[in-house]
């Protein structure tokens, strides 16, 4: 069946980094494009950034922009979002998309940005 298994979550500082993973599995991840959505308390699932199965080329969100990286490793059927300079803002419960003619969703992960 189909998997989306995040990771890397935490409790981090401000100005500090996390690289958060996503493991796809039970179907041909290469194919689908793949995002990261957040969503902080009280407020609405957001897109935090985006990339294409074909060439890899990304869209992120502007509050993001600069400071996130989304990655995909085809071969290990897993999408990474590098997340620097962290802001309390940042926040959220983080959720791994998978999306083709279907939308697949993982379970999510939580961070926390706080001194």
């Known amino acids: 069946q189909v998997q989306l298994v995040e990771s890397g979550g935490g409790l981090v500082q401000p100005g500090k980094s996390l690289r958060l993973s996503c493991a796809a599995s039970g179907f041909i991840f290469s194919g689908y494009v793949m995002s990261w959505y957040r969503q902080a308390p009280g407020k609405e699932r957001e897109l935090v950034a985006t990339?294409?199965?074909?060439?890899?080329?990304?869209n992120y969100a502007d509050s993001v922009k600069g400071r996130f990286t989304i990655s995909r490793d085809n071969a290990k059927n897993t999408v990474y979002l590098q997340m620097n300079s962290l802001k309390p803002e940042d926040t959220a419960v983080y959720y791994c998309?998978?999306?083709?003619?279907?939308?697949?969703w993982g379970q999510g992960t939580q961070v926390t940005v706080s001194s």
């Open positions: 998309n998978a999306f083709r003619t279907l939308d697949y």
């Open positions: 990339i294409r199965s074909a060439g890899g080329s990304t």
